[in-house]
């Protein structure tokens, strides 16, 4: 997969958590190879940067819009406002990033609070389902749709004291195969990708007490898998995880 051989020129693209980390590399990434962004976050002073960073590196004749909105919020009426907005503003999506996630409190199951799992589960789970639910008959108007969800290396054994991220990310990817089944005849793609140990705020949130990152990956040393699921090159791929292998330096579907 070469990044700079793929082309998504005038495709629009839904990325959400979009003001740091892997989503922010993947909004510089789609915008390089020609794609209009549509970007949510709930820092406004971030997303600002970014959209104005974006500006100053534009070739092309991109539309960049922000949408601030906090995905911890649990009223469907404003998801449903938000989702309004984008359908009016871009009746058709060629992509949705399904980025954004928390990592909670690490801590065993019987110290975890209600408020804390609800948020785990509202911002990594059940965001993803309204924004995936308002938003698939944009997608669906698309010629050659790409929804991408974001899994995590826990869904494989569990992660002890990680409860809520883990049921989170187990769900997630149980809500791909679902829409893989219910939309296997029609011309959306649906995939998971799971980034691994990456160099960002959260690894680091997780794993505070690691004072070398040298081998960890950058968010810009992944986006070929990015790239590739949500270009044309991957038209018929669907259905799957695909998963950093460390043998082979590469991601792998299963």
């Known amino acids: 997969m070469v990044c700079k051989f793929l082309n998504l020129f005038k495709k629009n693209i839904l990325i959400t958590g979009a003001s740091d980390g892997i989503g922010k590399e993947v909004a ?32 092309f004749s991109q539309k960049i819009e922000n949408y601030i909105f906090d995905l911890s919020e649990k009223n469907e009426s404003k998801y449903f406002k938000l989702t309004q907005k984008i359908r009016r503003d871009f009746p058709t999506l060629d992509g949705l990033v399904h980025n954004a996630g928390i990592l909670g409190k690490i801590s065993p199951l019987i110290n975890q609070t209600i408020r804390s799992w609800n948020k785990v589960l509202q911002v990594n789970l059940n965001s993803v389902f309204i924004i995936t639910k308002f938003l698939l008959p ?37 809500l791909m195969k679902t829409l893989y089944q219910e939309y296997q005849d029609s011309s959306l793609r649906i995939n998971c990708i799971n980034p691994g140990a990456i160099r960002t705020k959260m690894r680091l949130q997780a794993y505070p007490s690691e004072s070398r990152k040298d081998d960890l990956k950058t968010p810009g040393e992944i986006m070929s898998i990015y790239l590739y699921l949500m270009s044309d090159k991957s038209i018929g791929i ?16 299963k």
Request: aromatic letters at 10%; glycine letters at 8%.
């Open 238 to 253: 669907s259905g799957r995880v695909f998963s950093f292998d460390r043998k082979s330096q590469c991601f792998k579907p």
């Open 28 to 59: 510089k990434t789609y915008f390089r190879h020609g794609a209009n962004l549509l970007l949510i976050g709930k820092n406004r002073e971030k997303m600002n940067l970014v959209k104005r960073s974006l500006i100053r590196s534009k070739k």
């Open 138 to 174: 944009c997608l669906l108007n698309s010629k050659n749709g790409s929804l991408l969800f974001t899994t995590s290396n826990v869904v494989k054994d569990g992660k002890k004291n990680w409860s809520p991220y883990s049921v989170s990310k187990s769900a997630i990817e149980g």
